[in-house]
């Protein structure tokens, strides 16, 4: 499978934004998908994951409640809403696919990685 993401821009810290990942060349649905970030300076890190039926959902305890994660098997595409923005929150957001069932934390159990947007997030 093959991963495209987009949407990161530069908002005003407590702004919105929308990240979607767009998937191709494989079955969608057999795949967990995650969200990680690195911020300059600063190793990767797990943001967001979700199982292969959207069923269930992990959240870093620094997005919790900020930050909602869906996915569509229909048009094979994983979405990162963020929301309540802070600056700390200023990274390059990366999608993943595991080709698992299950989601995880774990960034060693990604198989494939998009190739990154970046979000920024001003005081």
């Known amino acids: 499978v093959q991963l495209q993401a987009s949407g990161g821009g530069l908002v005003q810290a407590g702004g919105s934004l929308r990240l979607s990942c767009a998937a191709s060349g494989g079955t969608f649905s057999s795949y967990a998908m995650g969200w990680f970030r690195q911020a300059p300076g600063k190793e990767r890190e797990f943001v967001a994951a979700i199982n292969w039926s959207g069923g269930s959902t992990y959240y870093a305890d620094s997005v919790e409640g900020r930050f909602s994660i869906v996915r569509d098997n229909a048009k094979n595409t994983v979405d990162l809403q963020m929301s309540s923005l802070r600056p700390e929150d200023t990274a390059v957001y990366y999608c993943?696919?595991?080709?698992?069932?299950?989601?995880?934390?774990?960034?060693?159990?990604?198989?494939?990685w998009g190739q990154g947007t970046l979000v920024t997030v001003s005081s």
């Open positions: 993943a696919a595991a080709y698992t069932r299950f989601a995880s934390a774990y960034d060693g159990q990604y198989d494939t």
